[in-house]
């Protein structure tokens, strides 16, 4: 049985299952051998993201929630991933989800703000997670070479 809630939609999205190749002009690194590597490059990101960015992309008014697995083959795996409108007023009026018409809210799944998102980008507590102390792995290397001279000089 189908049910469906007002102001919501659920897609389904699929997505190439396995490694990347490296996109290169003439098929080649011209460079060190580390970075000679072209076939058996690992996505930095989880499918459930590149899912979930590629309907944010084609749905631009609708916000990404979440998204969920459904199932796979040798070839693709299919995620549903779940919008609001937030234009729709069952969702403007119900103060649990209403967050998401923010104007922050806007494309959450691009800036890796989703939960699938955020998996990758080195979020946690307790050991090994100390590289994101302060918002992002970039700001952490930042503030950890960055000297400050407070005194008065």
């Not at 007002?6 to 299952?17: A, I, P, S």
């Not at 409108?85 to 922050?104: E, F, L, M, Q």
Request: hydrophobic share 30%.
């Amino acid at each position: 049985m189908l049910t469906f809630v007002l102001g919501f939609v659920v897609y389904r999205v699929r997505v190439r299952r396995g490694n990347r190749k490296r996109p290169l002009s003439k098929g080649t690194v011209y460079g060190k051998p580390k970075n000679q590597g072209i076939n058996e490059i690992k996505p930095s990101r989880k499918l459930k993201s590149v899912a979930e960015e590629r309907v944010g992309r084609r749905c631009g008014a609708l916000r990404v929630l979440n998204s969920y697995w459904v199932g796979q083959d040798s070839t693709y795996k299919f995620f549903e991933v779940l919008l609001a409108d937030p234009a729709h007023k069952t969702i403007r009026r119900d103060p649990s989800i209403n967050w998401i018409c923010n104007s922050v809210m806007k494309h959450r799944e691009l800036r890796g703000l989703t939960s699938a998102g955020k998996s990758s980008r080195g979020f946690g507590k307790g050991h090994g997670y100390s590289k994101t102390i302060g918002s992002s792995r970039r700001a952490n290397w930042k503030r950890r070479q960055l000297l400050q001279l407070h005194r008065k000089r």
